[in-house]
């Protein structure tokens, strides 16, 4: 996956405007729910009827805020993973077609067909989720942590020993469905390859 990174650098302007997105993004999502702590606290809690329509004027303006810049960073990075996909095709593209009639004969068309099609694919969408959510959730964890920190020290250790838990069990989570999804990636590629053969084979009417 490292060698395949050295096609994003077309596209460095537009991944490091995606991250400075995402980071405004998450920024907005983890400070809406201090603001409403203040309407509760300073607001409703004292009959501040004006401090409640101030407060929730600029909740309105930071989800505003936010929901452009998560538009925004959804549409550079879609544009970015189909750009590297494009770039990558034309790639393999340009290497296939100085295949010799021997080498045609290894790999086989259906092989080759499915190395464009789904394999280029499943790596576009790779790069997408990387792009997205891959930058946002340390954004967001090391946020929350900070946040919760500096609102409350005592409880903010049940969110500290909580995070390990998660992790171990994403890491379990991935380690347990990585296998599968290649066997199914597999057995479609081995799929089309036969029904290829079959149809490549299959006597003149």
Not at 22 to 44: A, H, R, T
Not at 63 to 92: E, K, P, Q, T
Not at 108 to 114: H, K, Q
Not at 136 to 150: E, T
């Amino acid at each position: 996956m490292t060698k395949l990174l050295r096609y994003l650098k077309p596209y460095t302007t537009g991944v490091m405007l995606v991250v400075g997105l995402v980071f405004v993004q998450s920024m907005s999502s983890l400070y809406l729910p201090n603001l409403m702590s203040e309407i509760v606290d300073k607001g409703v809690a004292r009959g501040d009827t004006a401090f409640i329509w101030r407060t929730g004027g600029l909740m309105l303006l930071v989800a505003l805020v936010g929901s452009i810049c998560a538009i925004a960073a959804s549409y550079l990075s879609a544009r970015i993973s189909s750009g590297f996909g494009r770039d990558l095709r034309n790639r393999v593209f340009s290497h296939v077609e100085q295949f010799s009639l021997k080498e045609f004969d290894r790999f086989g068309t259906a092989s080759l067909i499915t190395r464009t099609t789904n394999d280029i694919t499943q790596i576009q969408q790779v790069v997408l989720v990387f792009v997205r959510m891959v930058i946002n959730a340390p954004i967001m964890c090391v946020g929350g942590l900070i946040m919760a920190i500096s609102m409350d020290t005592r409880l903010s250790w049940v969110l500290a020993a909580s995070a390990p838990i998660i992790a171990l069990v994403m890491i379990w989570v991935t380690t347990k469905g990585m296998p599968l999804h290649h066997r199914v990636s597999s057995s479609k590629t081995g799929g089309i390859v036969l029904a290829w053969q079959q149809v490549t084979t299959a006597p003149s009417p």
